[in-house]
């Protein structure tokens, strides 16, 4: 028996790279300097339409963490654009955090 393509039994390996390690980033809770930069790619097979059948998807994602803080802001781009599927950008970025000493 053949078993259907999933999104569910399908994954997704990022590999990362540093992209920058002194970065200032702007968010709902602040500025964030000396950031580092992390930029993840994959390409994910994904079954697109009975005449294309399965494609190769590129999935661009960059995280910015700070130090003290931690992750401070991720962008996700999925640059699709077929029939049944749509691309898009995702982007998430702290809004609030409790600076806590030590102590």
């Known amino acids: ?12 390996t990022l590999t990362w790279e540093v ?4 970065d200032t980033v702007e968010t709902a809770a602040g500025r964030f300097e000396h950031c580092l930069r992390l930029e993840g790619r994959a390409l994910l097979g994904m079954y697109v339409d009975p005449r294309q059948g399965y ?3 590129e999935i661009n994602q960059t995280e910015w963490y700070a130090e ?3 992750l401070v802001k991720l962008l996700r781009e999925e640059p699709l654009d077929m029939a049944m599927f749509q691309g898009g950008t995702l982007t998430f970025e ?3 955090f409790e600076e806590r000493g030590f102590w």
């Open 1 to 12: 028996s053949s078993v259907a393509w999933s999104p569910a039994n399908s994954t997704v």
């Open 19 to 22: 992209g920058g390690r002194d």
């Open 55 to 57: 494609q190769e998807v």
């Open 68 to 70: 003290g803080v931690g």
């Open 94 to 96: 702290l809004v609030s």
